[in-house]
Each structure stands twice: as C-alpha cells, then as structure tokens.
C-alpha cells in the first residue's frame, strides 16, 4: 500500500494478556519512496495489586512494596525486586510482570536512604517467610489480594560518631558511607563529608545492622587510607561511633 508522505502514528496490537505500553512510535516519511521499520517489544502484563494498612488499621500510604521471586526467599546476593509506592489510600498495582512465582511484601530488601523502615513482612502479614503468599502467575494474570497489615515502623536514631586519623586528630576531608551489615557491599547511606571538627551524623533503625566505612585520600602520599566499624546492630543504647583511618595492613 502506498502511503502519502507526512507524519504518522504507529501503533502496534498485541494479543490478549500482553502490555499495551510503549506500543506507539510515530514515524515521519519525507517522500513517497521513503520506508521505515519500527520494531517493537511486548511483555507479558501480569499484575498484582493490594492494600497496605498500618497498625492502627489506616492506609498506610507512601509505603514501598515489593515483588520478590518466590525462590529468591532467604538466599544472599543482590536479589532482584520491583518496586511500587502506595497511594493515599494504601493501594499499590505492580504491572508487567512476567511469569512466574513471587511473594510479595514490605522491606524484602535494604533501601537507599529509606525514612521509614518496617521489619521485613510478607503478605498477608507475616515476618516468617515459609507463611508467605506466594503469588503464581502466568501469562498476563491478574491477581488483587487481601489488604495486608504492617507492623509498627523500626525506631529510628540519630547515629552520630567521628572520623579520624591514627593520631586522634579529625579527617574533615574523609568520606563515610553506611552499608547493610548482612550484605557488606551494598551501600545504604549515602556517602557524606565529616564536619571540620570530623563529626557525622545518619537516620538508622532499630534492630538493622549496619556496617561504617570511611575512607581518605591523602594527597601528600598519593594513597588512599581508610577505617571501618561494625557490622552492629541499631539499638536504643549505643553510643558515638569512631572511625580511625589507617593504611590497609
């Protein structure tokens, strides 16, 4: 069929149970020879959807939820999950999601500079994973579950300590970060400079663990020093934290 040049929409159709999004390019012929091809992906549109209430019963909203693979449960490593945030009234919908078995819940995995932390609970309601809903979906299912309720939040804490170097003097110019405790290379703060007198400060949580690393590069030396503390765990109790900064030995 020979088609006028102008500019045209493109829109592709794909078969029931399949996402419609991202299935429109528009397209512009110059001449009536002109051709063009556009080439198009589509996925599964699995969906699972919920509510989120808090302790008291309200919705709990601006919660992240997750969508973990059922078999991923308990393993380490840098588990894979989807994210979606709920809405004023505690709805969430995760869309696209391919085939497959998933379990779904509140703080699976740590986050970047999360506010707000509960403990780990998996749908309907639970932090022991063998009683978790697993939700099995083929090609383009959709699955609305029953509301989940959410433990109160982990207390949070003002965690302050100081950087320095061997001799007790402070390392403004250092740089300090938080890691997960469990899993030491994922990096769940991010990295601050100390004050000038070497002090910081990070929101943590009650009953995470977490690992203080700090690092410094001398440039008199041309070599990079550096101090760790931890793996600890948040509680009501603890104290400032030091950092010496040394040569790795």
């Known amino acids: ?16 149970g399949f996402s419609t999004r991202y299935l429109r390019r528009t397209i512009e012929l110059r001449d009536a020879r ?24 309200e919705p709990a909203e601006r919660v992240a939820v997750e969508v973990m693979a059922a078999d991923a449960v308990g393993k380490a490593g840098n588990i894979q999950t989807l ?28 986050r970047m500079n999360a506010d707000v932390i509960f403990p780990t609970t998996f749908h309907p309601g639970t932090m022991d994973a063998t009683l978790a809903t697993v939700v099995q979906l083929d090609g383009g ?26 001799d007790g003097s402070p390392a403004p110019g250092a740089f300090i970060s938080l890691a997960d405790g469990g899993a030491t290379w994922r990096q769940v703060a991010a990295g601050i400079k100390p004050e000038s007198d070497g002090t910081f400060s990070f929101v ?25 503390v931890g793996p600890f765990v948040v509680t009501g109790e603890m104290g400032p934290l030091k950092v010496v900064l040394s040569e790795a030995r």
Not at 34 to 57: E, H, L, M, P
Not at 156 to 166: D, I, N, P, W
């Open 1 to 16: 069929m020979k088609v006028p040049p102008g500019r045209y929409e493109v829109t592709a159709l794909p078969p029931t």
């Open 34 to 57: 002109a051709c063009f091809v556009a080439d198009f992906s589509v996925r599964f549109d699995g969906r699972i959807k919920g509510v989120v209430r808090q302790s008291s019963g």
């Open 83 to 110: 994210r979606a945030s709920t809405d004023a009234g505690g709805s969430f919908e995760f869309v696209e999601v391919p085939p497959g078995r998933y379990v779904v819940g509140v703080d699976l995995t740590p």
């Open 141 to 166: 299912q959709q699955r609305e579950l029953e509301p989940m309720t959410l433990p109160p939040a982990r207390r949070s804490y003002r965690l302050t300590g100081r950087v320095v170097f061997e």
């Open 204 to 228: 943590v949580h009650e009953g995470r663990s977490y690992l203080a690393r700090a690092s410094y590069w001398d440039e008199a030396q041309r070599k990079q020093i550096g101090g760790a």
